[in-house]
């Protein structure tokens, strides 16, 4: 049973650039929720689909947008790529259970803006 | 500041020591979690809390939620090597899927 799968790794990127995150969710989870993780410090929550729809979002910029497909896969793009946006982005999903949410994080793609 | 305050941020011990990692809330949580992390890599799920007072155990890590769920503990007999990494908690405050994390805590285990 696959996990979550995140594309690309790694990627550079120039300022003022746009770039496309990847994620696949695990088998049977329709939920997928995006972080952000600044070296040194714990993920932050950028938003959450769920149905095709951003349902959550934490407090990033509009250049944070998102994207939910019928197949559950979702994307993140960033617009104007800025230095502070040099991060590891995690994919989680979920699905909503009797017990809350469980969560599978995906290995992540690391972005360096140069 | 930090919604969820862990300590210490850094620990180093010899291997076979036991540790201790606290997570602090200042308010009620419904759900808390505990992942460890290899630097640069996704989240390894340990352990979810829910009820006030419940206890976890997986191998040799076991986790704690007081009874007031606001702080819980990460606890981890004679470390190994292996449990090297970063340790991180998370809260998901009202059940809605969105985590909040702790700043993480990096352990280092020295053989």
């Known amino acids: 049973d696959a996990g979550v799968t995140q594309s690309p790794t790694h990627l550079i990127k120039t300022r003022g650039q746009q770039v496309t995150l990847r994620c696949s969710p695990k088998?049977?989870?329709?939920?997928v929720s995006w972080y952000q993780q600044a070296l040194g410090q714990g993920p932050q929550f950028i938003f959450q689909y769920y149905e095709e729809e951003e349902r959550q979002r934490g407090n990033f910029p509009d250049r944070f947008s998102g994207h939910q497909f019928p197949n559950y896969s979702s994307e993140l793009n960033v617009n104007a790529l800025l230095l502070g946006d040099s991060a590891l982005y995690l994919c989680?999903?979920?699905?909503?259970?009797?017990?809350?949410?469980?969560?599978?994080f995906g290995s992540g793609t690391r972005l360096t803006v140069v | 500041s930090q919604e969820l305050e862990q300590s210490p941020q850094s620990l180093i011990v010899q291997e076979g020591k036991n540790l201790t990692i606290n997570c602090t809330s200042s308010k009620t949580l419904y759900g808390l979690y505990w992942y460890k992390q290899k630097y640069g890599e996704g989240l390894i799920f340990l352990m979810m809390?829910?009820?006030?007072?419940e206890e976890k155990s997986h191998e040799k890590i076991t986790a704690k939620l007081d009874e007031k769920k606001q702080q819980s503990s990460l606890h981890i007999t004679a470390s190994q090597p292996s449990h090297a990494g970063i340790y991180l908690c998370g809260a998901d405050r009202w059940n809605t899927g969105k985590l909040i994390f702790g700043q993480g805590t990096t352990l280092q285990v020295k053989p």
């Open positions: 809390l829910q009820k006030g007072g």
């Open positions: 989680a999903s979920s699905s909503v259970g009797w017990q809350g949410y469980g969560y599978t």
């Open positions: 088998s049977g989870h329709d939920t």
